[in-house]
């Protein structure tokens, strides 16, 4: 059975940092893109960045560009989102996913965690 676990959610003031995690068991990700997505209530989940299996492409929503890292640790089976200069705007739960990349980029299966709050006061 595969299972995804994040981490690192919290509260922390705008212009401040979070690392959440997503650890993986049940398969290896090592031959599996890697996404984030996050979602606020009444609201569509979004796609927030992915990375392919390799870590050597990845992709972003222009609204998190230059100041969100994906990456990936294959010997650790996890994900990281390195989350710099929050804003407000960035308060959601952060939803990891198990998916694929392909000539459209990212492409969400149904392998999800069970979410990680993130808060960020204005």
């Known amino acids: 059975q595969v299972q995804l676990v994040e981490s690192g959610g919290g509260l922390v003031e705008a212009g401040g940092s979070l690392r959440l995690s997503c650890a993986v068991s049940?398969?290896?990700?090592?031959?599996?893109?890697m996404g984030w997505f996050r979602q606020v209530p009444g609201k569509e989940r979004e796609f927030v960045a992915a990375?392919?299996?390799?870590?050597?492409?990845?992709s972003y929503i222009d609204s998190v560009k230059g100041r969100f890292t994906i990456s990936r640790d294959n010997a650790k089976n996890t994900v990281y989102l390195q989350m710099n200069s929050l804003k407000f705007e960035d308060t959601a739960v952060y939803y990891c996913?198990?998916?694929?990349?392909?000539?459209?980029?990212?492409?969400?299966?149904?392998?999800w965690g069970q979410g990680t709050q993130v808060t960020v006061s204005s």
């Open positions: 990375i392919t299996w390799s870590g050597s492409r990845t």
């Open positions: 996913n198990l998916g694929s990349w392909g000539h459209r980029g990212y492409g969400p299966n149904d392998y």
């Open positions: 049940g398969r290896t990700i090592s031959s599996a893109a």
